[in-house]
């Protein structure tokens, strides 16, 4: 009954910056903590950035970390992902995905394996 809903996502050139969002229902919002992924064609899905139920703690993937930031809104049930610099290499779908991973609230996993539901996803294309 989670939904999961990104949008946000587009055509860009290298160096623009996107904005995505993510849109939850079907949970008490604050206590889960929420992972945004990606996913090339031929590639896994990767960690990309992750922020916990209250918002205080966040993680990023090394290709990531000093481009782009993360943030929710949990009075809107909503999560952030600012990108900013982007890379021809950043391009992929971005999913937006939730976990019930215990403490949640205070901490949140890199593992995809630890998330339990997840949007369909968000394309960005950054062309050279």
């Known amino acids: 009954q989670v939904q999961l809903v990104e949008s946000g996502g587009g055509l860009v050139q290298a160096g623009v910056s996107l904005r995505l969002s993510c849109a939850a229902s079907?949970?008490?919002?604050?206590?889960?903590?929420m992972g945004w992924f990606r996913q090339a064609p031929g590639k896994e899905r990767e960690f990309v950035a992750g922020?916990?139920?209250?918002?205080?703690?966040?993680y990023y993937a090394d290709s990531v970390k000093g481009r782009f930031t993360i943030s929710r809104d949990n009075a809107k049930n909503t999560v952030a992902l600012q990108m900013n610099s982007l890379k021809p290499e950043d391009t992929a779908l971005y999913y937006c995905a939730t976990t019930s991973y215990a403490g949640g609230t205070y901490y949140l996993p890199t593992r995809s394996t630890r998330y339990d539901h997840w949007g369909q996803g968000t394309q960005v294309t950054v062309s050279a």
């Open positions: 922020i916990s139920g209250n918002g205080v703690n966040t």
């Open positions: 079907g949970r008490t919002f604050s206590s889960y903590a």
